[in-house]
């Protein structure tokens, strides 16, 4: 199969994130193993979906693990000009379609250079590692490097995750926590607000302590120029509450999340801002007993990635990218989850991220074909 009929297979299963995705994986475990690989599959509890892991070549340490994911975004609400589950070639150069870009096209180009994988006499393995959930929080990442950590006998010592980055080596990322802060106060008519306790004032007091935490890293010029915006951001998406605007609001909640450069440590960001909301609650707690305020996780940390510029992942993705130049990028990926369990980590992987979660989504036909030939001198390297 040419990795273009791969990327359409691919592309023509519709799974989002949260979904099952037994589906594609089950497709790709057929294909890996015709070739008589072994295939690892990695479920979560419910065993409604999973991750895929597999080595080509001997038990020695110092493989490359080739990372994706299986879902992607929904396509609700977007305008496409083509059945986005359908891979359309408008023979303009690039080939249409969700996930085309982010990122089943890095898979299909794994498992077009499978078969060479597999005639290649390889002195050191390449692993394929597909997850799920990456679209909802990198939610099976962590797992994912874990079960490979701890399934081999030898060491994988480096990881190489697909996301698309026109084929440049990425060696830092922020990291990322979504949160949920609700709070809770007491209702009134709104004549008696310094009589009650409203949620929603109180919420705005949080807000505006959180964007002066961000404005005060500025200010200490907590900077790491290798990102965009070279600071941490703290940024507030969702906020709900109150039900008239006569009524002071009992209840109110808000989303928000965190990206934080290297430097920074999300934990204590978080504990900084704890500290304020227990001294709101013990300042209000005489106006109404009842206030509080509880903040939760919306999703588990996504870790940052921060691959310093001599390890020898950054030699390796030089030479067989064909580029020298090294990125960051401000958006999460898995590659912070596979640095935790000690795999040297990079990302590097056909199309643009400006494609990714788009409607009329497409990857251009020349990114696959450097794809391909970045895995093939990865072939050749491993090999040596």
């Known amino acids: 199969m040419t990795v273009e009929k791969i990327l359409a297979k691919l592309v023509s299963f519709p799974v989002l994130g949260g979904e099952s995705n037994l ?27 999973a991750s ?28 496409w000009e083509t059945d986005p589950f359908l891979l359309t070639d408008k023979n303009d150069g690039n080939l249409y379609g969700r996930g085309s870009c982010d990122m089943k096209g890095f898979i299909a180009c794994c498992l077009v250079a499978l078969p060479e994988m597999v005639k290649a006499n390889l002195k050191k393995p390449i692993y394929l590692a597909f997850s799920y959930d990456e679209e909802i929080g990198c939610l099976a990442g962590s797992e994912l490097a874990a079960a ?10 480096y990881a190489i995750i697909g996301e698309p980055s026109l084929m440049e080596p990425i060696v830092g990322q922020k990291g990322i926590y979504i949160l949920e802060t609700y709070v809770q106060g007491s209702e009134g008519h709104s004549s008696r607000i310094k009589q009650e306790v409203s949620a929603i004032h109180e919420s705005m007091r949080l807000i505006l302590w959180l964007e002066n935490k961000m404005n005060q890293l500025i ?10 915006p ?20 009992d209840k109110a909640h808000f989303f928000w999340d965190l990206r934080t450069i290297p430097m920074d440590d999300v934990n204590s960001i978080l504990a900084e801002f704890e500290t304020y909301c ?32 001599d390890a020898d992942v950054v030699d390796l993705i030089k030479s067989i990218s064909g580029k020298s130049k090294l990125n960051t990028v401000s958006y999460a990926s898995e590659a912070g989850q596979f640095a935790d369990e000690g795999f040297q980590s990079v990302i590097c992987g056909p199309g643009s991220i400006a494609q990714a979660h788009r409607a009329n989504e497409f990857i251009a036909k020349e990114q ?17």
Not at 30 to 47: A, C, D, G, R, T
Not at 230 to 249: D, E, F, M, Q, R
Not at 283 to 309: A, G, M, R, W, Y
């Open 278 to 309: 227990k001294e709101r609650e013990q300042e209000l707690k005489n106006i109404c007993s009842d206030f509080s305020i509880k903040t939760v996780e919306n999703h588990p940390v996504v870790p940052h990635l921060d691959t310093k510029d």
């Open 219 to 228: 200010t200490d010029q907590q900077f790491d120029d290798r990102f965009h």
């Open 368 to 384: 696959l074909e450097k794809g391909v030939e970045m895995l093939r001198k990865l072939i050749q390297k491993s090999s040596l």
């Open 52 to 79: 895929l892991h597999c080595r080509i070549g001997p038990e020695v340490d110092g493989g490359v693990i080739l990372s994706g994911h299986t879902d992607v975004v929904p396509v609700v609400g977007q305008k």
């Open 148 to 157: 490979i950590k701890n399934f081999y006998k030898e060491t994988p010592k």
């Open 230 to 249: 070279p600071h941490s951001t703290i940024h507030i998406g969702l906020v709900k509450g109150g039900i008239a605007p006569n009524i002071i609001a």
């Open 23 to 49: 589906s594609i994986i089950q497709w790709i475990q057929e294909y890996i193993e015709s070739y008589n690989v072994k295939v690892n599959l990695v479920f979560n509890e419910k065993e409604q979906k």
